[in-house]
């Protein structure tokens, strides 16, 4: 097989999460489990960093990811979903994933995938540690996919796990309530493992001590050591309690960063005082200013033009959409136009509720089975006073957009991972 017809086979043989929904959601760790005895449990060939949570933690991953490559390791990266291309997946050094080792692993490991039929992303988290050994990855920034307790990344023991932001996603799977979201991301607490949670949340903390409580885990909150105050022209001071103040120009835009920021500065406390890696003050800088270019993070809070502004964000729950509206009312512009798509399982009602009335809006479908009908999304936006225009895609919503903006407007592109997804030039 080429690397095209591997992916097919993948998408078409594999159950897949972004495709289909929470049918390729597995409540146990058998597969991986298998598939890792199989290979001879590589994800014990290098040291981690589990980060889980709701929003923030792709970011988080890629800041911390380009932090430790700063410091001079070998860094592995484990992310998903994908935007353009599979190979974002998996990363060691900010360079994705070859094709070929893709195809051979596919190959070598068929017989098994077809005897005990894994996820796609069983598959995947297989894959990653299996590149990562191969690669000799002295550490690898592992991003839970969905949850914590049963995703297929908690076969891992790291050094320290991150929690960011819990707010309500895949509610239909990880439980109604912020308290059982948390249960579920605090599934990656381990005996004896340092945790950081990025910020106090109500109603929220007392999961996290109680999991940590029971299992001997350090645990503290970012948010109470530090804090951001923003400064002029994208500058950032982070005043810390206990230490002095420290200056950055972050790469990753918008104030939503500043709690992530807190947590991985934090991650990097626990680590640098366990001992077992050294990073130095200089690859802190570093990363945290040049995580875009390093590790090729897209998607979040990414400007794509000016004269019009044009921004896209993956952010599509509700607190990632509350974000995207409060990041969009510190620019000026005349007229706001949105192209919106979104995905069947959401509370579509609930998040169109928090957009802006005034935009005009171009309402799209993206291209997965998920993808919800834009006459459907359309439908709903006029029952609560959005008004704006259908497209047959996200080309064509981008399209009419900037067919329709001036240069003093502001043009968003969101409301799915997968319509940002279909950017071009992403």
Known sequence: MNFQETLNYMYERLPMYQRVGNTAFKKDLGNIQILCERLGNPQEAFQSVHIAGTNGKGSSSHML????????????????????SFTERVKVDGQEIEEEFVIHFIEELRDIIEEIQPSFFEITVALAFAYFQSKKVEVAVIEVGLGGRFDST???????????NISFDHVDMLGDTLEKIAFEKAGIIKPGVPVVVSQRQAGVDQVFQQKSEEVNAALSFA????????????KITVVHKEQPNREFMPSLLGKHQHLNICGVLQMIEVLNTQGRLKIPEGAVKTGIESSQQLTGIKGRWQQLGEAPYIFCDIGHNEEGLATVVEQISRYPYDQLHIVLGMVKDKEVGKLLQLLPQKARYYFCKPQVPRGLDAGILYEKALHIGLRGELAK???????????AASPRDFIFIGGSTFVVAEVEGL
């Open 65 to 84: 990811a380009a932090i430790l490559q700063s410091a001079g390791y070998t860094t592995g990266l484990y992310t998903s979903p994908h935007l353009r």
């Open 154 to 164: 908690n076969i891992i023991q790291p050094l320290a796990c991150l929690i960011t």
């Open 223 to 234: 948010s109470d050591a530090l804090q951001v105050v923003p400064s002029e022209k994208g």
């Open 393 to 403: 895609s996200v080309a064509e919503a981008i399209n009419k957009a900037k067919a």
